[in-house]
């Protein structure tokens, strides 16, 4: 059979698009073996031109798995005879494209008994699949950059939602480059030996990143590697606060690196509430600037404290999943000791290139499912901030519970941890000792008890501490340093 022409010469295999299908019909373990192989990426060969066709996605027009279209058609009437459970030979291959009226495009029953006699052996079906799907990828990648300089070029449409489809397609081809297999436990008894040797060396009880909040890290054993936390609250109860906390003692403490995307607020927003609680600074005042000379040391003793903090934020808003991904990539790149992501807050992320064509709801599963995968792929904890319906403030008790989760249940299903803060009351101007008490209630965990964690929050500098331990400063009561000063801005205070 003749070669199909193309111009620019797209990357393909002639000889590897027949031996594969060689081997398969020669063998029915290379069959199976070599549709381990293939089929996953033939489907997704076949989403991308229904996409394409029904206009769900613009551009990305995709390629056929085999660039040769005979071996495309005798691939495909071979899936589907061994989902039939009809083993695929000379005679049932000619039977199912008689019916499904497609011998005239592979070229007639001697293209068939060509492929079938072509040389090859089972053994070497892997090797044949892994070119045909390596020169489909290059094929697809080709496909995709084109579409993009198409895009660009007539000038039509925002940057932003040509990037955004770019940089999901390189991600979609990046991910079909990985394939999982089963494996056998005895393969895995190693590395799990390794870790418990190096849990009873510790003989501690935190395994993951420790938060330095002593109870919850007793509870959780610490933050675990691939683990979707969700920590959820009503606004104004302190999300940021609490994430920023952790944020602030893994770095400081635990000299590990540490990812914010903070979707809410500026970075230098994140820096004065950060400055805040390592000063013990009220917030207000800082913002103000209007300091007496023992908070304006604190403050410059923090800021020097701050300074070689391995912590990374990225402020940009309205972040759709497939950026968090490549930007969490980019970072664990540039910092392979990175120990945690904290992504605030999970409703304001996008789904990105399929938003608008599909529910809210639907959008938030999406983004739920990809951070879960973000966490597994880098091997890091994700932390997200997540926001709870009003259902929570007209319960008596005021306790959160995981139906509160807003906007989806896929939420409470992808997480690994769910945490929520409750206070029972919001401290006001004038703070109280019971003020101080709030709970860290874990809702649910997959490896782990669930309970409740006794925190103190200080609201005047928007920082959570170990209630255990937490003695109470008497400026946590009273106007810290406040040397006669009634309110903020008066001339006796000493500008920032």
Known sequence: MAEKETPKNLPFSFEAERAVLAAMLHDSDAMLAGLEVLREVDNLAKRDKADSQSKKRKGFEGTTLFFHTPYQHIFDLIVHLE?????????????????????????????????????????????????VKEKFLLRRLIYSTNTVLDRAFEDSEDATAILEDAESALHEIADSRHRGAFVRIGDMLEPVQQALLEAFERKGVVTGVQTHFTMLDEMTSGLQRTDLIILAARPSMGKTALALNMVENIASKSKQTVGFFSLEMSTTQVI??????????????????????????????????????????????????SSVRGRALRLKHQQ?????????????????????????????????????????????????????????????????????????????????VVMFIHRKKVAQEDETEEDLKAEIIIGKQRNGPIGKVPVAFISRYAAFKNLATFEAPEDVLAMPDDEGLEEYGVDDGVPF
């Open 272 to 321: 004065q509430r950060l400055l805040s609680s390592l000063s013990q600074v009220d917030l207000q005042r800082l913002r103000s600037g209007h300091l007496s000379m023992r908070e304006k040391t604190r403050v410059l003793n923090a800021l020097g404290n701050m300074a070689p903090l391995p912590i990374f934020v990225d402020d940009t808003p309205g972040l759709s999943i």
């Open 336 to 416: 392979p000791d990175l120990s945690l992501l904290v992504v605030d807050y999970l409703q304001l992320m996008e789904a990105g290139a399929s938003r608008g064509q599909r529910s809210r709801q639907e959008e938030v599963s999406a983004i739920s499912r990809g951070l879960k995968a973000i966490a597994r792929e880098l091997e890091v904890p994700v932390l997200a901030l997540s926001q709870l319906s009003r259902g929570v403030e007209g319960r008596e008790s005021g306790e959160p519970r995981l139906s509160d989760l807003r906007e989806s249940g896929a939420i409470e299903q992808d997480a690994d």
């Open 83 to 131: 989902e039939q459970g009809v083993k695929p030979n000379f005679v049932s291959l000619l039977e199912a494209a008689n019916k499904r009226k497609l011998l005239d495009q592979i070229g007639g029953s001697s293209a068939i008994m060509e492929v079938i006699e072509a040389a090859a052996t089972g053994s070497e079906v892997i090797h044949f699949a892994d070119i």
